[in-house]
Structures are given as C-alpha cells and as structure tokens.
C-alpha cells in the first residue's frame, strides 16, 4: 500500500503562484512513476502532469505547459506541482496519483487538494 497525502491547495487571485505537495509513505516512492490530475465540477478528470520515477517529465497537458512544473525529491518521497500564471479554469480539485513502473493504471491516489483561483 501507498499512501498520498496532499497539501498546498488554495485560493488564490489569477496570475498568482501556488505550490502543491504529495507525500508519499508504504513503499519505494522511486518504483512509482507520479501524475498530478485535476477535477473540475461538471468535467472528466484530466491528467495535468506526469513524471516518472527517476525524475524525467514525460507529460503536461497543453493548457499548463510554460506555466506548472512537475518535480519530484525522492529523498523525501514528495512530488511538487508548481503552478504559476493561474488562471480562473485550473479552478479544480488537484490529485495525486502512483503508477508503479510498467503499470498502465494508476495504482493509488491521493484525497485531492482544492485550488479555486479569483478573476
């Protein structure tokens, strides 16, 4: 079992900054490759970033890429979404997610984080 806990959520005024954080504990946080998702009310959750476990960014959506920046420290089992420039649509619930490495679903999630940005 893993377990994701985040934190960082907000509100915050458009064109503001917030930093989401995963914790994660149970198993080897590097054997999972790590994915922030995003909820918005009335839409599919949507895959916003992906980065695999030792490190290398494989994935931004095209409405965050110049703007979030996924990382991870391994060191201390965390996976950051840095998220600048945010505008009133990243309004969403923002999950974590675990992937162990060649899995193709997400084997664990996190309880999700509110970010609700201001026009």
């Known amino acids: 079992q893993v377990q994701l806990v985040e934190s960082g959520g907000g509100l915050v005024q458009a064109g503001g900054s917030l930093r989401l954080s995963c914790a994660a504990s149970?198993?080897?946080?590097?054997?999972?490759?790590m994915a922030w998702f995003r909820q918005a009310p009335g839409k599919e959750r949507e895959l916003v970033a992906r980065i695999v476990g030792i490190g290398i960014v494989t994935y931004y959506a095209d409405s965050v890429k110049g703007r979030f920046t996924i990382s991870r420290d391994n060191a201390k089992n965390t996976v950051y979404l840095q998220m600048n420039s945010l505008k009133p649509e990243d309004t969403a619930v923002y999950y974590c997610a675990a992937q162990f490495r060649g899995n193709t679903r997400y084997d664990y999630w996190g309880q999700g984080t509110q970010v609700t940005v201001s026009s």
């Open positions: 149970g198993r080897t946080f590097s054997d999972y490759n």
